[in-house]
Every structure is written in structure tokens, then in C-alpha cells.
Nanobody, 124 residues
Framework: QVQLEESGGGLAQAGDSARVSCAASGLAFSTYGMGWFRQAPGKEREFVAAISWSGGTTYYAGSVKGRFTISRDNAKNTGYLQMNTLKPEDTAVYYC?????????????????WGQGTQVTVSS
């Protein structure tokens, strides 16, 4: 069955960098678009970043643009979210998701598979 497993979350200080990873299995990862979303306590899940199947197209939420970078290694069936200059408001559970048509999209409803999430906590 399809599995997306996030890792790399944890505690960070404001201004630090961190990277979360998403290991995919049970699907042809190299043909899927991939996205990162996050959900802070008491808030709705929101879009963070997305990348097309080839990595040629990326798309970011305004709140992270210029600080976060999404990437993927299709040979390793793994996606990444590099987070720089972290802020306390970046504290959330981060989820990766896979989209079957291979596009980079910010629409949650268009994703077919989701991971369980990894917590990222940024202290001030």
C-alpha cells in the first residue's frame, strides 16, 4: 500500500534552519506531484509548498516564500522541505502529500495520499 512517512521534525530556535523529509513507498513517486502542508494548533491545515513530478515547477505560500525550499530526489523516492530563518509562527505539524497527475498545486483537495505528519516547534 501507499505510504508517505515524514521525518526530521523537532525543536528549533527562531532563526534556525531545519529540514523535513518525506519517504514514499508503494507508488510511482517520480510521476507524482508533491506538496507540503502544515497545521498549527487550533488552525486549519494550510498549504506550504508544492513541486511537480520533475522538480521543474515549484510553488510556495507567501508566508514561506524566500525562506523555505521544496525539492525532491526521485531516485530515492524522497521529498524535502528545507526551512530557513524559522519563526515561532512556523510551529505546526507538517504533512507531505502526493498528487497523481504530477502537478505542483496548492489545493489540498487535489492530493491523493497523505503522510501522518511530523511536528516542528520553533521557540522564540
Amino acid at each position: 500500500q501507499v505510504q508517505l512517512e515524514e521525518s526530521g521534525g523537532g525543536l528549533a530556535q527562531a532563526g534556525d534552519s531545519a529540514r523535513v523529509s518525506c519517504a514514499a513507498s508503494g507508488l510511482a513517486f517520480s510521476t507524482y506531484g508533491m506538496g507540503w502542508f502544515r497545521q498549527a494548533p487550533g488552525k486549519e491545515r494550510e498549504f506550504v509548498a508544492a513541486i511537480s513530478w520533475s522538480g521543474g515547477t515549484t510553488y510556495y505560500a507567501g508566508s514561506v516564500k524566500g525562506r523555505f525550499t521544496i525539492s525532491r530526489d526521485n531516485a530515492k523516492n524522497t521529498g524535502y522541505l528545507q526551512m530557513n530563518t524559522l519563526k515561532p509562527e512556523d510551529t505546526a505539524v507538517y504533512y507531505c502529500a502526493a498528487e497523481i497527475t504530477g502537478r505542483a498545486t496548492g489545493a489540498m483537495s487535489e492530493y491523493d495520499y497523505w503522510g501522518q505528519g511530523t511536528q516542528v516547534t520553533v521557540s522564540s
